[in-house]
């Protein structure tokens, strides 16, 4: 049976691969489609293994490899990244057909492949990807401006070279393939970032040793990522088997490999309705809004103070256009973002808002806890205090100001208001400063 992860999004673990009398720190893995079997490298065994069907695991490759890392497929073959050279074997029946050593090359290990048959391999000590033409076995040096480069993956929309690097703060980069210029995508709070790939809707994907756990980033790196699985151990070389969109992870640590079943839906982003953008002084429950997404069923809400939702305080999954988010904390900046199910699949995490809450030396009381009462509630163009107020001050959901009153009053009339939530915020004769939800008919 499917398990269910709640994890910022409805996920599923399909399987759980552990085979620690024979897996000695898998680096990375690759679905074989045409022989319908998962090949892994072994470092540690100085090996190729590959599961079958049934789960059977065999050696594929025992002999002659050097600490092979990156394995992928390019037509008929297999290529590995061993620390000095690159090997080639038949899927068909393993024998060697190609082997390259790459002078002054010390401890390569990612690698990929543009449509041109270029393969591109970083060097994490040399700090450098070489570029290796596989038809002649000509190398050079493509860039050596990176810091501990480690996963790489071809960025065919953008005809470039993705590259993830080891270390602290780790870093998404892009090489061009056209003048070899790097270009900084994104400075990430994550250490030790391992692999890269993506996915059919062209989100991008990277294992981190740091968090134990593989993120997203939606194609332009432009919003914060989701974390996609957690509770990995040592995530190495990732991949995504494109008949199934499955993500493959290899636990470098714990001598296993996951298959989680992604289930993401390339539909459009969700659109957000209220608290307005940067809203501040909100009370410590918000009720955040958005609009409605084609055939969506459900919607999964993230939110927390890390704007890059490393971290977070919650997620709440409902099947309405609204949710609390209670018990938040005085004077902090909060972000959320939505995300929707649409048949049981989800999309990425749209652009994320913030609101501050207000300052905890402001005394805001609840209608229950103090004396003054306002009614009727719903209304219907009028509205009463059980005492004159000061400073009223009316906003809709998207945090516009619709009405204001500076003297103290005991009853306002506002014809121009349409039948909708509104937020009441006044001040008592004592300076006490009250907020609270107002329904206008």
């Not at 040399?126 to 570029?131: A, E, H, I, S």
């Not at 958005?290 to 971290?311: H, R």
Request: proline letters at 3%.
């Amino acid at each position: 049976m499917t398990k269910k992860l709640f994890l910022f999004a409805m996920l599923f673990i399909m399987g759980f691969s552990n085979f620690a009398q024979s897996l000695n720190s898998p680096e990375s893995i690759v679905y074989d489609a045409i022989g319908n079997r998962y090949i892994i490298s072994n470092i540690n065994a100085n090996t190729i293994l590959q599961q079958s069907d049934d789960g059977t695991l065999t050696d594929f490759v025992s002999e002659g490899l050097n600490g092979p890392k990156a394995v992928i497929i390019v037509g008929d073959t297999l290529l590995s990244i061993n620390n000095t050279s690159i090997q080639g074997f038949l899927l068909s029946d393993a024998s060697k057909v190609m082997h390259i050593d790459v002078a002054g090359s010390e401890f390569m290990n990612g690698a990929s492949v543009d449509e041109n048959g270029n393969l591109f391999v970083t060097d994490m000590n040399k700090n450098c990807v070489y570029r290796i033409l596989l038809t002649s076995g000509t190398y050079n040096v493509f860039n050596e401006d990176l810091s501990s480069p480690n996963g790489l993956h071809f960025d065919k929309p953008n005809n470039a070279i993705l590259v993830c690097s080891w270390g602290g703060n780790a870093k998404i980069q892009s090489i061009s393939l056209t003048d070899s210029s790097l270009t900084d995508l994104v400075s990430t709070k994550m250490s030790d970032l391992d692999g890269i790939c993506s996915d059919n809707c062209g989100n991008i994907y990277v294992s981190s040793w740091g968090k134990n756990a593989v993120f997203v980033f939606e194609p332009t790196f432009s919003k914060p990522p989701t974390k996609i699985a957690e509770g990995l151990n040592g995530p190495a070389d990732i991949a995504i088997r494109e008949d199934n969109q499955t993500l493959l992870v290899p636990n470098f640590n714990s001598n296993s490999f996951a298959i989680i079943e992604l289930g993401i839906n390339c539909a459009k982003a969700v659109s957000y309705s209220a608290p307005a953008k940067e809203s501040t002084d909100l009370e410590t429950t918000v009720t955040v809004e958005w609009k409605a997404v084609e055939g969506a069923t459900s919607y999964n809400i993230e939110y927390g103070t890390d704007e890059m939702f490393y971290s977070t305080v919650g997620i709440k999954a409902t099947e309405h256009l609204s949710a609390d988010l209670e018990e938040l904390e005085f004077a902090t900046t909060y972000f959320w973002r939505v995300a929707a199910i649409i048949d049981d699949t989800k999309t990425i995490y749209s652009d994320a808002w913030s609101f501050t809450t207000v300052e905890s030396n402001v005394d805001i009381q609840n209608l229950h806890e103090n004396e003054i009462k306002i009614y009727p509630n719903p209304c219907d163009n009028t509205l009463n205090f059980s005492e004159a107020v000061n400073n009223v001050s009316i906003t809709n959901v998207a945090g516009q100001q619709v009405y204001s009153a500076k003297p103290f009053v005991k009853s306002i009339n506002f014809d121009e208001l349409t039948t909708g939530l509104y937020f009441v915020e006044f001040y008592s004769s004592e300076n006490i400063k009250i907020i609270t939800k107002l329904l206008q008919k």
